[in-house]
């Protein structure tokens, strides 16, 4: 399985942005996915997952703020984002969970810079 995120960019605070990420190959073994960033110096962390059956979760920092969707069919899933903040500002990765094994997929990250 291959995952390509794309959509970062730099926006001004209370703007939105959508990132893509694209999944190929053996996409049939993806459970479900998700979206986690990295800011400069700290922890990976989880934004927000959506599993095969279109169950999501959020992170309490974006929640309200980001949806999760995902579109089985063209393997594509997608997060919108809206009233960024400049916290928001990361390194965004899609991941991929399959449905065993404990082996997890990522994309090569998009930055997202949100300016005050």
């Known amino acids: 399985v291959q995952l390509q995120a794309s959509g970062g960019g730099l926006v001004q605070a209370g703007g939105s942005l959508r990132l893509s990420c694209a999944a190929s190959?053996?996409?049939?073994?993806?459970?479900?996915m998700g979206w986690y960033r990295q800011a400069p110096g700290k922890q990976r962390e989880l934004v927000a997952d959506i599993s095969r059956g279109g169950s999501t979760s959020y992170a309490p920092s974006v929640k309200g703020r980001f949806t999760i969707s995902r579109d089985i069919p063209k393997n594509t899933m997608i997060l919108q984002m809206n009233s960024l903040k400049p916290e928001d500002t990361a390194v965004y990765y899609c991941n991929a969970k399959p449905f065993s094994g404990a082996y997890r997929y990522w994309g090569q990250g998009t930055q997202v810079t949100v300016s005050s």
């Open positions: 190959g053996s996409t049939f073994v993806i459970n479900s």
